[in-house]
């Protein structure tokens, strides 16, 4: 590792496998915590290359607990985090509106690190329980539309990082490669970023593997299309900077889509929006998130249709009862 960090500490660059081979020795225990706090910093204080970042995904796909749950035709909506925003969970509850239109979902999921409540804490405090079990996760995605596959769990070997990273507190590397790692291999993907930069390298990626995407990134810094003001998206087949009209909505101001103090608080914004009881604001954005989840299934719809599934998922409870089968199945 020594030599890797001078090599960093010089300005240089990690190829591919340089990138690969070094997260590999790091989950397998090989450096001690000072220097992969070293390692992790370096990529804190410049951006990281394209080839480092498809060395260090091939890592921990190559690392992780490999689950087929029967296809992959399926979406994810995984964004980033990182953006120190603290709102409240839009992408997870636009997971299970697009769930509750028909579409399956292998959402993919962490904990907070950088913000109150990730995923994983607010679906794990109201009551969905994590597993790998892959017979189960083809249930709940059978019976429930969606499956919930929180990382830690696919993803063993990073225990050796989860430390460094809590005790960091901030966004490394690792955030950027949440959305990239899923275990399942879903052949679409919405993703959000916390940077144009990182949208792009994104595009290059996705490119390569023939998935269909969506990557959106709020020009006012959320990783997520967050109605607050304008948003870069780019897919496959096209790229756009749009406005909150572009779903038919005003302006939001940021705090209309604060998460909330504690998990608790942003547990319960939660649950307000699944039962429709949500604010006109947050049930806007979630339906923003969704509708363009939507599109990136189903490109061939316009987003007005996108909009009318979503609305109809989430008002007439559909989303709920995705929800409550994931919970009753987990």
């Given amino acids: 590792m020594k030599e890797i960090l001078e090599h960093l500490y010089r300005h240089k660059t990690l190829t591919r496998e340089e990138a690969r081979t070094v997260l590999v020795n790091m989950a397998g ?48 909506l995984c964004g980033t985090g990182g953006d120190g925003k603290n709102t409240f969970n839009i992408s997870t509850l636009a997971s299970f509106v697009v769930a509750g239109a028909g579409i399956p979902v292998a959402k993919h999921g962490n904990y907070g690190v950088s ?3 990730g995923s994983s804490n607010v679906l794990e405090f109201l009551g969905i329980r994590f597993s ?11 019976k429930a539309g969606i499956c919930f ?9 990073m225990k050796e990082v989860a430390p460094v990273r809590k005790q960091l507190g901030v966004k490394t590397f690792f955030n950027m490669l949440g959305p990239l790692v899923n275990p399942a291999r879903p052949a679409m993907q919405m993703t959000g970023v916390f940077g144009l930069e990182l949208a792009r390298l994104y595009h290059y990626l996705f490119q390569e593997t023939g998935m269909k ?35 038919g909505f005003d302006h939001l101001p940021a705090r ?18 699944l039962d429709g009881e949500g604010t006109e604001s947050q ?6 998130n969704a509708a363009a989840a939507i599109r990136t299934f189903y490109p061939e719809l316009k987003p007005e249709r996108c909009m009318e599934k979503a609305r109809e998922s989430l008002f007439a409870l559909k989303a709920r009862e995705s929800f409550n089968r994931l919970r009753s199945l987990s």
């Fill in 283 to 288: 049930n806007r954005v979630v339906l923003a």
């Fill in 149 to 157: 596959m929180h990382a830690p769990l696919f993803h063993p070997a």
């Fill in 213 to 247: 995407y969506s990557i959106v990134y709020s020009l006012d810094g959320y990783d997520e299309i967050s109605l607050t003001g304008e948003f870069k998206m780019i897919t496959g087949y096209e790229e756009m900077i749009a406005g909150p009209d572009y779903f």
């Fill in 29 to 76: 225990g090989r450096y001690n915590h000072y220097q992969v706090t070293s390692f992790l910093t370096a990529f804190i204080m410049r951006n990281i290359t394209l080839e480092e970042l498809k060395g260090f995904r091939e890592a921990l796909l190559e690392l992780c607990v490999p689950v087929d749950l029967g296809t992959h035709d399926i979406i994810d």
């Fill in 132 to 142: 790998n079990n892959e017979s189960g996760l083809k249930k709940e995605l059978e």
């Fill in 115 to 117: 913000s109150v409540s």
């Fill in 256 to 273: 209309a889509i604060h998460g909330g103090n504690s998990i608790e608080e942003s547990a319960a914004i939660f649950t307000r929006v």
